[in-house]
């Protein structure tokens, strides 16, 4: 089945700084992918949708300044967390639409993010 | 997308059958009900979706009520992996590339 690879699992930072979560698709081209963020206990919230070629979509309240938004290649999407703050510690997670097989998602395996 | 209601929590004993409700009443003709589950620390992954017609796979099978306004997704043989928040949600057919609007789903927990 369609493989989502998400790098790194688990990233500690300090405040102020800047980290970068890739998302890739293995063995499929995905024109799309999404991006969610999800607090302890609760249920993941869509944060924006990535489209190939073009710029992101970002939901309400999501500031697009600040969370990064980079979709170069079919197999490839990349979220920047910019000048990180302890709220925004979060478990982040990627998924992307496979042409052919549209009634799944495939994830990737999350990054946990800690801001000090 | 139309809502779903599950249970927050459910309980199962180690190698029994667990059924997991969903309530879908304002569900469309054109939506399809997936599961998805969530284990620890993990993005979530595809369980099983139908239309109409009960559907069997290798994880679980999916029980759609004739008037479509509930489901229940079975695991014939819960097992301690099996631990995990199962998400109900219904997906219009012409979706495409839109992405999934996760609930609240039910925690199973898996007693040995």
């Known amino acids: 089945g369609a493989v989502v690879s998400q790098h790194p699992s688990r990233v500690i930072c300090k405040s102020g700084t800047s980290v970068k979560i890739e998302c890739r698709s293995l063995d499929f081209q995905a024109t799309t992918m999404f991006w969610y963020r999800q607090f302890p206990k609760q249920s993941l919230m869509l944060m924006a949708t990535s489209n190939e070629g073009s710029k992101a979509t970002y939901e309400q309240g999501v500031e697009k300044d600040k969370f990064l938004i980079n979709h170069a290649s079919l197999t490839l999407s990349t979220l920047t967390v910019t000048s990180a703050h302890p709220e925004d510690s979060s478990f982040y997670i990627c998924?992307?639409?496979?042409?052919?097989?549209?009634?799944?998602?495939?994830f990737g395996s999350g990054t946990q993010l800690s801001v000090l | 997308d139309a809502k779903t209601t599950q249970p927050n929590s459910m309980e199962s004993n180690e190698e029994e059958p667990v059924h997991l409700p969903c309530n879908h009443s304002?569900?469309?003709?054109?939506?399809?009900i997936h599961w998805y589950r969530q284990l620890p620390s993990q993005g979530p992954e595809y369980v099983i979706h139908?239309?109409?017609s009960n559907v069997n796979n290798r994880m679980a099978s999916l029980a759609i009520a004739e008037d479509r306004k509930s489901s229940t997704l079975i695991l014939h043989r819960a097992t301690l992996r099996d631990a995990a928040v199962y998400y109900c949600i219904l997906r219009d057919r012409g979706s495409g590339n839109t992405p999934l609007v996760f609930g609240k789903g039910t925690r199973l927990s898996v007693i040995a």
């Open positions: 304002t569900i469309s003709g054109t939506d399809y």
């Open positions: 139908g239309l109409t």
């Open positions: 998924s992307a639409i496979s042409q052919g097989l549209e009634e799944k998602l495939f």
